[in-house]
């Protein structure tokens, strides 16, 4: 009963078992989600709609500070690139959005990670896309 899902791996484990990433997704989605986003940790994200995947890589932090926030902020980040598009979970419109926004999600679940609390330091937009261009680092 929901159009996008957002499990952790050991949220899927417990769900339906242990099984590959792959399978997780497609399982899911035959569950009924058009969507489904799976966080990966170190390894970063996969997102799963229609017969498509698409991964996008981990960033790296130095230390954990603090990991209370991290899946709020990722989803935060994934929701804010879907929720620019007037149909979200069309196809044509996942197969170009969703790279950005799992590496706009990936990111923001990332930094929340580096300051005490679950929203305080989060970053601009306009810093987010300043450090996914390389153009800045986020500090706070």
């Known amino acids: 009963m929901c159009d996008i899902f957002l ?7 417990f769900l339906i078992g242990e099984q590959p990433v792959a399978e997780y997704g497609k ?4 569950m009924g989600p058009k969507l489904v986003v799976m966080k990966l940790g170190q390894e970063g994200s996969i997102g799963f709609y229609q017969n498509e995947a698409v991964q996008s890589p981990a960033f790296r932090m130095d230390k954990v500070v603090d990991p209370v926030g991290a899946g709020d902020a990722f ?3 994934l929701l804010s690139v879907l929720l620019d598009e007037d149909q979200p979970l069309d196809e044509d419109v996942l197969n170009i959005c969703l790279p950005k ?6 990111l ?3 930094l929340a990670t580096q300051f005490k609390g679950d929203w305080e330091g989060l970053p601009s937009i306009r810093e987010v896309e300043q450090y996914i261009e390389g ?3 986020i500090t706070r």
């Open 75 to 77: 989803a935060a980040g």
């Open 135 to 137: 153009q800045e680092m």
């Open 27 to 30: 399982q899911f989605l035959q």
């Open 101 to 106: 926004a799992l590496k706009r999600a990936n």
């Open 7 to 13: 499990p952790g791996l050991e949220e899927a484990k």
């Open 108 to 110: 923001l679940g990332a």
